[in-house]
């Protein structure tokens, strides 16, 4: 895609008081975004709220032109950098399996690896001794699989994975999170995954960054292992919204006295397949 179509598909979906349901509507009605930009005010005003039809015809709020500038500059420098949207014949299709599947997202490297089954270790941000060792000795072992893990930064679990997958894999894996200032640390981190796998960039509002960043896990990842989880963890949030668009979710039990084990015994008594080991995880992902 053209870097002028994928500015236009930036313009569209940033634009403040967006949803799925009024975008997906424009989109039916005119077609790409540059047509629905071309578009008379009553026009847009006969598919979608007037405070919304006014933001797209007016095309002038500054923190979205600031922002499109930075994706633009970025793409522009970034020759494996790309947005993935709904017209691209490449467009993931577990990305459909949502009943609200992102519009928009940054891709930095191979995306045809979203073509394998993934699946992705979750879990608490505090956790213990034997969870950190099941996180680091699982991942090695799952980036031998025929599977790709997808990993988020989030603190804790997940960031472990992706930590051990970036040092001891020999095999592509996913990364997801937010776009962000580029700083060395940031563009090294690009660089990497560029060379080694693939960058998902969640592109939406700053305010809602975690928000952003699971509505990306849940497109990617078909399946989910929480290793520790409280039972006010968020993961649990997570995986409960996965379940409901259809993924599978996994959890290890843990000891009856530890409060990292009780957000995963309240998932297994809800209807998560209990996994004590790879050989479980792997045979639960067949079925």
């Known amino acids: 895609m053209l870097l002028d179509d994928q500015k236009y598909w930036l313009e569209l979906v940033l634009t403040p008081g967006m949803n799925f349901k009024d975008c997906y509507a424009l989109l039916k009605a005119f077609g790409l975004p540059e047509n629905i930009f071309n578009q008379s005010l009553s026009s847009l005003m006969r598919v979608i709220p007037q405070s919304l039809a006014v933001a797209i015809y007016r095309h002038d709020d500054s923190e979205v032109q600031e922002k499109v500038f930075k994706v633009m500059d970025f793409l522009s420098k970034n020759p494996k950098a790309r947005l ?5 014949e490449d467009f993931p299709r577990k990305f459909y399996a949502l009943s ?18 993934t699946l992705s270790l979750v879990g608490t941000s505090h956790p213990s001794s034997d969870g950190q060792n099941i996180t680091q000795n699982w991942t090695r072992a799952l980036l031998n699989k025929d599977l790709t893990l997808v990993q988020s930064d989030q603190a804790g679990v997940e960031n472990i994975a992706l930590k051990t997958a970036a040092q001891f894999g020999s095999n592509p894996f996913v990364f997801v999170s937010n776009f962000r200032e580029i700083d060395a640390n940031f563009a090294q981190q690009l660089q990497f995954m560029s060379e080694r796998g693939l960058f998902l960039g ?9 928000l952003g960043r699971r509505k990306l896990l849940i497109a990617a990842v078909e399946h989910f292992v929480v290793i520790e989880a409280g039972i006010r963890s968020r993961t649990l949030s997570l995986v409960r919204e996965a379940a409901d668009a259809g993924r599978n979710v996994m959890a290890v039990p843990g000891s009856i006295h530890s409060p990292l084990s009780k957000g995963c015994h309240k998932l297994i008594r809800e209807g998560a397949r209990l996994v004590e080991s790879v050989d479980d995880i792997l045979e639960e992902a067949k079925n």
């Open 84 to 88: 993935i949207v709904p017209s691209d």
């Open 100 to 117: 609200e599947p992102p519009l928009l997202t940054l891709a930095v490297g191979d995306v045809s690896l979203l073509n394998n089954e």
């Open 202 to 210: 969640a592109l939406g509002d700053a305010n809602q960054i975690w």
